[in-house]
C-alpha cells in the first residue's frame, strides 16, 4: 500500500505517474482542503477536484486545473449580476472561474454535503463517478480553512483570495489553518499512512498544500511515526517552484527556497527527499539536514516522466 | 398604473405586450412563486425567470421557457453523479433541465437569500441587471409550494414533479398552496393592486398559477374590492389550454374547462373577462355568470398579437 499527502496540480500529476507502476487500488491520496472555498453557495474544492480530473484523465493539460474541453456559459452570465450585487454582498464574484461542466461537480458536492454526507463520503462519490480506482480522502471532513496575512495590504485573506484574486502577487507574512486544532483526520487517513509501505509527500507547496494536511491532529505524528518510509519530492527546483508561489511564500516565511529549505521543512517527518538532478549539487546539503537525498528528474512534463519518478520515489521508500 | 397577477409563459406575453402600450414604469407584475423549487441546492423561480428573460427579450421562444442560445453543460455533467448518488439522495436529479447561462440566475438568487436578502430584493436586482423597467414583485416573500395529489399514484408532490417529471400527465384529485395560511403579500403588492387603474388577471392557469397568487392572505380580497377594475384574460380557449395542463386540471377539479368554468372561477374578484373569438357564442354565457364578457383574439402569436390583446386589456379596465 502506498499512501500519497496531496495538494493540487504537482501532487495529481505524481499521482498519475504512480498509477502506472502500482495498482491503483493500492494507492491512497491524502489531500489538503484548506484550499475549499464557498462560492456562489458551492463548495468547492480545488485540490480534490485536480486529484479526481487528473485522474480521470480529463484535466485541461494546459491550466494544469479544471476539465478539458470546458465552456464558460455560467460565469460568463453571472458577469451581468456583479454590475447590480449590493454592497457588502459576495454574490456573482466572477474572480474565480468555474467551468460549466466543473459547476456540476459543485453542485453535487454542495448538495451531498447539505444531505449530510461528510467530504469523504462525496469524494468516495465523485472519484467513482469519474471511474478512479485509487482511493481520495480528504485530510479532514472538518473545515479547515488556510488563511494569509497580507505584509502590505494588512488584512488577512483566504488562500483563494490570495492565489487567485491577487494572483499571489502579494507578499504573506503569516500563514495559519483555521480551524484545524479541532479538525479530525478523515476515516481511513492515519491507517493509510499507518499502514503503507511508503508514505510520500507529492511535490506540493510545502507550507499551503501539505502544511494543512500534517496540521490535522494527528498527521504529522502518524507521519513522523513512519518516517524511515517516507519520500518527499522537493516542488522546489533550482530555487524556484515550477509553478505558484511556493518559493516565493518560503521566502516571506523566513525559509531558505531551496531543496535545503524543504529538507529543513520535513526532516522531521521524512526520511527521504528526492531533488531535481538540477540541484544535485546540494544533495550534501539535503544530507546535513538529517534526509537522505535522492537526484532524480522531477519535473514531469508528461505520463512517461510522471511515471519515471513514481518508481524512483517508490524504489526510494522500499530501499530505505 | 398597471398591476398584473401572473403565472409563467402566458403572463410573460402579455406583458410583453402591455409594455408596447403603456409604458413599462406604470406596470407592476406580481407573480406566482407556489412552482418555485429547490434542485441542486438552488432556489429556482420558474415564473418570476420567465417573466424576466421574456421582458428582457432573451426568452427561448421556442420553449417559451428558459434563455435563448442556452447551452447544457453543466445538466450534462451532472448525469455523471446521478449514476452514483446514493439511494434516498436527491443530488443530481436531471429531470428539471437546467441551461448554463439559466444557472447563473439561481446561484446569484441562492446566494443573495442565503445572504438574507428578501425574494422581493433579489428580483428587483435580477430585473434590474437584465435592464427591465417595469416591476416584478414575488406574490411573497415567504415560502409558498404548490402540492398536487396524484389520484393514481395516491401521493402529493411538488408543481415541478408534477408539471417537468411527470410531463403533467397524471390525474390531479387535489391542489393546495403549502404555507400560504402564514404568508404575507410581498412589500408592494396590495398597494399595486390598490392603486391600480386596471389590475389585469393574465391567461395563466386558474389553479395553480394565479390560484396560489390569490390564496396569500390579502390578496383575494385586495383584487375583490377592486373588482370593477379587474379584467382577467381567459387562458382555455375552446375548451382547451394553448399550453400546459389547466383545461385537465380544472375537469379533474370539478370546474368547467371553458371560458364558462373560468368565469365561475374568477367572478368573484374580477369584473370583466376576454375570451378569444373562437369563444364568441359562449359570451352570454360568460356574461350569466355575472362577469362583462369581452370577445378579441387571445392568441399571442408575437409582439403585434401581444400588443393588441394588451390594448384591449386595458381598455375593457379603463372603460369598466
Redesign the interface.
Not at 456559459?73 to 453571472?78: H, I, P, Q, S, V
Not at 454590475?83 to 449590493?86: I, L, M, S
Given at each position: 500500500m502506498i499512501t500519497v499527502l496531496a495538494g493540487g496540480v504537482g501532487a495529481a500529476r505524481l499521482l498519475a505517474g504512480l498509477v502506472q507502476v502500482v495498482d491503483p487500488a493500492e494507492l491512497t491520496a491524502v489531500v489538503n482542503t484548506g484550499d475549499d472555498v464557498r462560492l456562489?453557495?458551492?463548495h468547492i474544492s480545488p485540490d480534490l477536484d485536480t486529484v479526481t480530473y487528473t485522474l480521470a484523465r480529463a484535466i485541461n493539460a494546459e491550466t494544469g486545473w479544471g476539465l478539458d474541453g470546458?465552456?464558460w456559459?455560467?460565469?460568463?452570465?453571472?458577469a451581468?449580476?456583479e454590475?447590480?450585487?449590493?454592497p457588502g454582498?459576495?454574490?456573482?464574484v466572477t474572480w474565480f472561474n468555474l467551468?460549466?461542466?466543473?459547476?456540476?461537480?459543485h453542485?453535487?458536492r454542495?448538495?451531498?454535503l447539505?444531505?449530510g454526507?461528510t467530504l469523504s463520503q462525496v469524494t468516495a462519490?465523485?472519484t467513482?463517478?469519474?471511474g478512479l480506482r485509487l482511493r481520495v480522502l480528504p485530510m479532514t471532513d472538518d473545515r479547515v480553512e488556510t488563511r494569509l496575512h497580507l505584509r502590505d495590504e494588512g488584512i488577512e485573506v483566504g488562500f483563494q483570495e490570495y492565489f487567485v484574486q491577487r494572483r499571489h502577487a502579494v507578499a504573506v507574512d503569516a500563514v495559519r489553518f483555521a480551524g484545524v486544532e479541532a479538525a479530525r483526520p478523515a476515516p481511513g487517513v492515519l491507517e493509510a499512512v499507518g499502514g503503507a509501505d511508503v508514505v510520500v509527500i507529492a511535490p506540493s507547496n510545502p507550507i499551503v498544500s501539505i502544511g494543512p494536511v500534517l496540521a490535522v491532529p494527528g498527521v504529522r505524528d502518524a507521519v513522523a511515526a513512519r518516517r524511515e518510509r517516507v519520500v518527499a519530492v522537493s516542488p522546489i527546483i533550482a530555487g524556484a517552484a515550477l509553478k505558484g508561489p511556493a518559493d516565493r511564500l518560503m521566502a516571506e516565511l523566513g525559509m531558505e527556497p531551496s531543496v535545503v529549505g524543504v529538507a529543513r521543512a520535513y526532516a522531521p517527518v521524512a526520511g527521504t527527499l528526492v531533488v531535481d538532478e538540477a540541484d544535485a549539487a546540494l544533495a550534501g546539503a539535503v544530507e546535513a539536514e538529517g534526509m537522505r537525498c535522492v537526484v532524480a528528474p522531477t519535473v514531469m512534463h508528461g505520463p512517461p516522466e510522471a511515471a519515471a519518478l513514481g518508481g524512483v520515489v517508490l524504489g526510494a521508500g522500499r530501499a530505505a
Open positions: 456562489h453557495g458551492l470546458e465552456t456559459a455560467t460565469m460568463g452570465a453571472l451581468r449580476y454590475a447590480v450585487r449590493p454582498s459576495t454574490a456573482a467551468g460549466d461542466k466543473d459547476i456540476a461537480t453542485l453535487y454542495t448538495h451531498r447539505a444531505e454526507a462519490e465523485v467513482a463517478a469519474w
